[in-house]
């Protein structure tokens, strides 16, 4: 249930940038030059610097490397729009924990997760966008995106199936070592529980 929300909010923020985009299509500016020249009687809004000054860092960094596409769009919905630009930014935070934990944990899956990241964010910007406005080519555009959005989710749940199946190849072996410990004891005769006892007296300095 949360991922979807999270997409459903993601979904929700896109629509606003989308617009947002749609609406400086002909100004080719993107990072804060947009807003020195961008064509807009909007005041910046001061309260965007609501937002935790790491968090925004960590978002604008992730941005920078991986999602640059949004970058025009979240300078000026920084400036049209404090509140979605704070919604859009912790919301990208997540994703920024998100792959921070990947990277931790596995190369492997910090890949997969970048390419999901990537993914979604397509597909959620590119049906925002044929919200705002219709246009053939963000159509095309949209079939494109759910295929590689389709890929990425096969590549990390099949992940999750070759952890699982680590997992499970780990939990067969210790069950094998734990039931051969269980037999050895149980297969032990009278007579050697006997010889054990003895031998212990003996190890004390006891006769038996």
Not at 6 to 19: I, R, Y
Not at 28 to 45: C, D, H, R, V, Y
Not at 83 to 96: F, P, S, V
Not at 190 to 198: C, F, G, I, M, N
Request: hydrophobic share 40%; charged share 35%; no cysteine.
């Amino acid at each position: 249930m949360m991922k979807a929300r999270s997409s459903v909010a993601f979904l929700v923020l896109a629509v606003t940038m989308a617009s947002v985009a749609v609406a400086i299509e002909p100004v080719k500016i993107i990072g804060p030059l947009a807003e020195k020249t961008a064509t807009t009687t909007t005041k910046p809004n001061k309260s965007a610097s609501a937002v935790a000054p790491d968090v925004e860092s960590k978002v604008l960094e992730l941005v920078d490397i991986h999602l640059p596409e949004l970058g025009t769009m979240l300078d000026r919905l920084r400036d049209v729009d404090s509140r979605q630009y704070e919604r859009a930014i912790r919301d990208l935070a997540k994703w920024a924990r998100r792959l921070d934990t990947a990277r931790k944990r596995d190369t492997e899956l910090y890949k997969i997760e970048v390419s999901l990241l990537k993914a979604e964010s397509a597909v959620n910007l590119l049906s925002a966008k044929l919200k705002v406005r219709d246009n053939p080519a963000d159509r095309k555009s949209l079939r494109v995106a759910m295929d590689r959005l389709h890929d990425a989710r096969l590549s990390r749940a099949n992940y999750d199936v070759d952890v699982m199946k680590q997992r499970l190849q780990r939990a067969e072996t210790a069950f094998d070592s734990a039931n051969d410990r269980f037999q050895a004891i149980q297969s032990k005769t009278a007579d050697e529980r006997e010889e054990e006892y003895v031998g212990l007296l003996r190890k004390v300095g006891r006769r038996p």
